[in-house]
């Protein structure tokens, strides 16, 4: 725990028929104006990562989750409407895995399984890259080499390190159950250190909770120390790809002429699977070259 904020792309609207799996990220300050609190249900999250990618197993599934619950609070912290993505690359279970979030509430995630069994699913060395994205596409891209520990501490430190943001972040997501959730908490710049004291207490304490209590009413009465939080924003989230024909079309006309043509070297129609969904698509030479390809 630790106390003390992409590439150009247009926001493609998701697909209708895609299904959709909601969870919610509930902001709130406390009464007494000293911490602000973003707490998380993410069980429909853990859902909609089983039914998306079946090849996993549940453990692989946890670590997804945990990462698309990061990046959700953390998103939840923005002032204007911006896409988040969050890569962590490393050297344990875990090689790569991505959680992409962006306005609308939309939110999806892909893992690949290094096959190293006996590794915790994070492990340095390796990276975590922040990419965020305006309405108009202009990027911000940040890197962070990992430090010892899970994807909560990554984020942590990227807080601290890249935003100056002193933030204490908690995931969970049981294997077993799919019970899974987050909470984020900032002390103010004003909050005494009594205060912090206490705070640092409720979140040692919350080890004793079960999952499956702590929803994010619970949560923000937690920190609070009792009812009364005053809530900020409300934030639905769901679990659902937004790829789609046009939108592959459109990434594939923007590659370099020389190596369009390479990718039908030897077919006419290309077979290309969305990572994050596994949906095939077929492009064929005429839609990518032209008539007189």
């Known amino acids: 725990m630790g106390l003390s904020g992409p590439s150009p792309t247009r926001y493609n609207t998701p697909m209708p028929d895609t299904p959709s799996h909601v969870a919610r990220v509930v902001r709130g300050l406390t009464q007494d104006h000293h911490i602000r609190i973003a707490a998380l249900d993410a069980s429909p999250l853990w859902d909609g990562v089983r039914r998306g990618h079946p090849h996993l197993d549940k453990e692989a599934c946890a670590c997804l989750t945990e990462l698309l619950s990061a990046t959700a609070l953390v998103q939840s912290r923005g002032h204007s409407a911006e896409r988040l993505q969050l890569l962590l690359k490393g050297s344990g279970r875990a090689k790569a895995v991505v959680a992409d979030s962006w306005p609308d509430g939309t939110i999806r995630g892909v893992l690949d399984v290094s096959g190293k069994r006996d590794d915790p699913w994070v492990l340095a060395p390796g990276i975590l890259q922040v990419m965020r994205s305006n309405p108009d596409g202009k990027p911000y891209i940040g890197n ?10 990554q984020v942590e430190a990227y807080l601290l390190l890249s935003e100056q943001v002193q933030a204490s972040l908690t995931l969970w997501c049981d294997p077993a159950t799919g019970e899974a959730g987050g909470l984020m908490v900032e002390p103010m710049p004003h909050c005494p250190p009594e205060r912090l004291a206490r705070l640092i207490q409720a979140i040692e304490g919350l080890e004793v909770v079960p999952n499956w ?6 949560l923000l009465n ?17 679990y659902r790809c937004r790829c789609n024909h046009a939108a592959l079309l459109g990434t594939l006309k923007g590659f370099p002429p020389a190596q369009q043509r390479d990718l039908f070297a030897e077919l006419d129609t290309l077979e290309v699977r969305c990572d994050y969904c596994s949906k095939v698509y077929l ?11």
Do not use: C, M, P, Y
Request: net charge negative; proline share 0%; charged share 30%.
């Open 144 to 153: 962070l080499e990992l430090v010892e520990g899970g994807v909560a501490t």
């Open 213 to 218: 209590e702590r929803t994010t009413d619970f």
């Open 222 to 238: 937690w920190v609070n120390e009792g009812k009364g939080t005053d809530q900020i924003s409300t934030t639905d989230l769901h």
């Open 283 to 293: 492009v064929t030479r005429k839609e990518l070259l032209g008539e007189g390809a």
